[in-house]
Nanobody, 131 residues
Framework: EVQLVESGGGSVQAGGSLRLSCAAS????????IGWFRQAPGKEREGVAC????????YYTDSVEGRFTISSDNAKNTVYLQMNNLKPEDTAVYYC????????????????????????WGQGTLVTVSS
């Protein structure tokens, strides 16, 4: 079982940058796919990015491609989301999530209603981008 703790949220002006961290407990960190979802007020949960820790494969939703970068430090059991050129529409609570199966994680990113079936979720961290 893996447990997740996010950090790094905050407030920034449009065009600025933030880096989110997701620290995972558990001895099989490198077997999991870990990534980020976000939920803005009044909107559906949205998959943002994920990384498959066993081979480094990454996936991004179109709206963040080229601006966000997900990376993993297996020695620290931590996944990072570097967010550059932030826009007001990026404002949301960002949640870290994990699943043993890459395909399950991708499915949840495309179909957010499947997200509740993922193996683990963090508590969320708020990102606010002002114009």
């Amino acid at each position: 079982e893996v447990q997740l703790v996010e950090s790094g949220g905050g407030s920034v002006q449009a065009g600025g940058s933030l880096r989110l961290s997701c620290a995972a407990s558990g001895r099989t960190f490198d077997k999991y796919t870990i990534g980020w979802f976000r939920q803005a007020p009044g909107k559906e949960r949205e998959g943002v990015a994920c990384i498959r820790n066993d081979d480094g494969t990454t996936y991004y939703t179109d709206s963040v491609e080229g601006r966000f970068t997900i990376s993993s430090d297996n020695a620290k059991n931590t996944v990072y989301l570097q967010m550059n050129n932030l826009k007001p529409e990026d404002t949301a609570v960002y949640y870290c999530a994990a699943d043993f199966y890459f395909t399950s994680f991708l499915t949840a990113m495309v179909h957010p209603d499947r997200g509740d079936a993922l193996d683990a979720w963090g508590q969320g961290t708020l990102v606010t981008v002002s114009s």
